[in-house]
């Protein structure tokens, strides 16, 4: 079977819509899935949603990326201060999933390691990934911090990268569920907690699966953009 490489947006916690991808996907070992972040937060099982992003690790190759909430998450780890304004952002949804909205403390260590693993960004030969956005003069191992996991995306002022490759992201939730196609970019956060989907992209072929919060899927959101 000839090797796929599929991007998979911001999940937030909705691990039954993760679930229901994985199943129509049917990741094989010669697959690269990219999961652009923000796994956790907002939704109601983010533990359950790492959970199943390990188990993908003995079916295919998976890059993850670290999301702006992970990022929060990380520095609340470290930092006290933090605690708070991270729970203010989803991260209390994400303690309870674990049982506990007292602490950090039933994060398992598996959990911790899985983040310590995740990149920055993710460059082929002819796709770049980044959970949020991009300045499009720099390559991207100079890209700034702020851009690659903070920068929300201005259709109206995005521009092509500087390599000419197409660029996948997520974090600028699409509160209509459509992928937004500027030729250019796509960005695949379908806003999948707020009601609409969860969105999978091989970046190969173009065709686009959905799923929602509740595991559902349907035919007439399997498109080819």
Same mark, same amino acid.
């Given at each position: 079977?000839?090797?796929?490489?599929?991007?998979?947006?911001?999940?937030?916690?909705? +691990?039954?819509?993760?679930? /229901?991808? *994985? $199943?129509? =996907?049917?990741?094989?070992?010669?697959?690269? !899935?990219?999961?652009?972040? @923000?796994?956790?937060?907002?939704?109601?099982?983010?533990?359950?949603?790492?959970?199943?992003?390990?188990?993908?690790?003995?079916?295919?190759?998976?890059?993850?990326?670290?999301?702006?909430?992970?990022?929060?998450?990380?520095?609340?780890?470290?930092?006290?201060?933090?605690?708070?304004?991270?729970?203010?952002?989803?991260?209390?949804?994400?303690?309870? +999933?674990?049982?506990?909205? /007292?602490? *950090? $403390?039933? =994060?398992?260590?598996?959990?911790?390691?899985? !983040?310590?693993?995740?990149? @920055?960004?993710?460059?082929?030969?002819?796709?770049?990934?980044?959970?949020?956005?991009?300045?499009?003069?720099?390559?991207?191992?100079?890209?700034?911090?702020?851009?690659?996991?903070?920068?929300?995306?201005?259709?109206?002022?995005?521009?092509?990268?500087?390599?000419?490759?197409?660029?996948?992201?997520?974090?600028?939730?699409?509160?209509?569920?459509?992928?937004?196609?500027?030729?250019?970019?796509?960005?695949?956060?379908?806003?999948?907690?707020?009601?609409?989907?969860?969105?999978?992209? @091989?970046?190969?072929?173009?065709?686009?699966?959905?799923?929602?919060?509740?595991?559902?899927?349907?035919?007439?959101?399997?498109?080819?953009?």
């Amino acid at each position: 079977m000839a090797s796929r490489t599929i991007a998979i947006g911001d999940i937030h916690g909705c +691990s039954a819509a993760l679930r /229901a991808l *994985l $199943d129509i =996907i049917a990741p094989t070992p010669a697959d690269v !899935l990219v999961t652009l972040g @923000d796994y956790i937060d907002r939704g109601p099982d983010s533990r359950r949603v790492f959970d199943l992003l390990i188990e993908l690790t003995a079916q295919c190759r998976l890059v993850p990326l670290l999301g702006n909430h992970e990022e929060m998450l990380l520095a609340a780890r470290s930092n006290p201060a933090a605690l708070k304004p991270w729970l203010a952002s989803g991260g209390l949804e994400t303690l309870e +999933s674990y049982g506990s909205a /007292a602490g *950090l $403390d039933l =994060i398992p260590e598996e959990h911790w390691n899985f !983040l310590a693993n995740c990149r @920055d960004f993710f460059e082929t030969g002819q796709n770049i990934f980044a959970h949020a956005n991009y300045l499009p003069h720099l390559p991207m191992e100079k890209q700034p911090h702020q851009f690659l996991r903070w920068e929300f995306l201005d259709p109206l002022w995005a521009k092509a990268h500087c390599s000419g490759k197409m660029v996948i992201v997520g974090h600028t939730s699409q509160k209509g569920g459509e992928v937004l196609d500027l030729g250019f970019l796509k960005c695949i956060d379908t806003y999948c907690y707020g009601g609409k989907w969860l969105t999978a992209l @091989d970046v190969g072929t173009g065709q686009v699966w959905q799923a929602d919060q509740q595991g559902r899927t349907e035919s007439s959101n399997s498109k080819a953009f």
